[in-house]
């Protein structure tokens, strides 16, 4: 298995402009997290889908921030306007039954000038 | 149920073991995780433990657990300079409309060959 896959690995753009993340998770796993890593708050849950519905998004920052999930392979992260302080680490897991153990994905490293 | 703590940094020596310790404030946890990231790359899930246990240990790693202290640790035996990493404790908190994976600040693992 090749495991949870992210794209970009690096993103630099500049405030104002769109961001979209993706993320592949495991083929089978039925649940789909989005983290957020600053070195200031550490590592942040956004968002948590279970069989592609949105089931807590209260970690999600503001409106700028949204993400979909269309189908059991594919998910992404949009920010728009970005931000300086939306620079961060982004990662995705994904874990089999809800909260069960999660896989995480390598990350993308989001740098907004 | 947020607050997991672990100390920033430890330094070995190649051969030594490691014991990297953590706390947790909630006494609800019913999952508890060891993570590791080396640089520049996603968490990779090292072991985990059920609440209900003590101690677990696979090949090099021993987790222990105080269920009265809130109280986890992770022991890597004769630790390699490959073990240089940040380590992350996590807890899963099953509080009803609570429910979340906790993480701790990590700890950085030096090995001094």
């Known amino acids: 298995d090749a495991g949870v896959i992210q794209s970009p690995r690096h993103e630099v753009t500049e405030m104002g402009q769109e961001v979209t993340l993706r993320c592949k998770p495991i083929?089978?796993?039925?649940?789909l997290f989005w983290y957020r890593q600053t070195m200031m708050r550490g590592l942040e849950l956004l968002i948590y889908f279970n069989n592609n519905v949105p089931i807590d998004d209260s970690g999600m920052p503001e409106d700028r921030f949204s993400a979909k999930m269309p189908n059991a392979s594919f998910s992404t992260l949009k920010i728009q306007p970005s931000e300086p302080r939306d620079s961060a680490v982004y990662f995705c897991a994904s874990s089999l039954r809800g909260w069960e153990t999660q896989y995480f994905g390598p990350g993308t490293r989001l740098l907004v000038l | 149920g947020e607050d997991v703590e672990q100390s920033l940094f430890l330094s070995v020596r190649e051969g030594d073991s490691s014991v990297i310790n953590c706390t947790y404030t909630?006494?609800?946890?019913?999952?508890l995780y060891w993570y590791k990231q080396e640089p520049g790359a996603g968490l990779q899930l090292l072991t985990y433990?059920?609440?209900?246990?003590d101690m677990k240990q696979d090949q090099r790693l021993t987790v222990l657990l105080n269920k009265k202290d809130k109280h986890l640790s992770l022991r890597i035996a004769d630790t390699q300079t490959g073990d240089s990493a940040i380590y992350f404790c996590a807890h899963f908190s099953g509080q009803t409309g609570a429910n979340n994976l906790f993480f701790g600040t990590g700890t950085r693992l030096t090995v001094i060959p």
């Open positions: 909630d006494s609800s946890s019913t999952y």
């Open positions: 083929s089978g796993h039925n649940s």
């Open positions: 433990i059920f609440s209900n246990m």
